[in-house]
Every structure is written in C-alpha cells, then in structure tokens.
C-alpha cells in the first residue's frame, strides 16, 4: 500500500504561480512513476504530468513550457508557471507500483 498527501492548491490570478507537493509514504520501494492529473468540472480526468523513477518526464502539450514536475525522494512537485484559467480544477496525484494509487486532489482555481 501507498499513502499520498497532497498540498499546495489555491487560488490565483492569471499568470500566477502555485506550486504542488505530493508526498508518498508506505510502500515507497515499489514506485515506478508518479504523475499529476487534473479534473476539469464537466471533463474526464486528464493527465498533465508524469515522471518515472528514472527521471523521464512527460507533459501533456497545453503545460509545456509552463509546468515543471520534479520529484526529491518519494515527494513529487508540480510548479505551475503562467497559469490560465484553463487551468482550473482538481488535481491529483497517481502513483504507479504496478497498482495504481491516487491521492484525495487538491483544488487549483485560477481567475482571468
């Protein structure tokens, strides 16, 4: 079993930053990759970032160049430059061991 707690959501205005922490506990070990999603009110699930324990990231194409994700440990961070309001909703953080396991979200409200 893995743990997750999520922190950082809030709100901000447009071209603002916010910065996400997700930190793992439990079986860490296992780990293969981490990743952050997000849910739009109205919309599927959709990823927006994912590294893998060996560093290999992946963006979805409208955060690149805006989000950073990094990971120190079993904490993976999400750093969100020049936010839109496009950029609204509920993020969460996926953890992959083989089993799949997410954290509670965290809400990201961006204003124009």
């Known amino acids: 079993q893995v743990q997750l707690v999520e922190s950082g959501g809030g709100f901000v205005q447009a071209g603002g930053s916010l910065r996400l922490s997700c930190a793992a506990s439990g079986r860490v070990l296992r780990i293969n990759s981490m990743g952050w999603y997000r849910q739009a009110p109205g919309k599927q699930r959709e990823l927006v970032a994912s590294i893998s324990r060996l560093g290999i990231t992946e963006y979805a194409e409208p955060v690149k160049g805006r989000f950073t994700i990094s990971q120190d440990n079993n904490t993976a961070y999400l750093q969100m430059n020049s936010l839109e309001p496009e950029d609204t909703g509920v993020y969460y953080c996926?953890?992959?061991?083989?089993?799949?396991?997410w954290g509670q979200g965290t809400q990201v409200t961006v204003s124009s």
């Open positions: 996926r953890v992959f061991t083989g089993a799949i396991y």
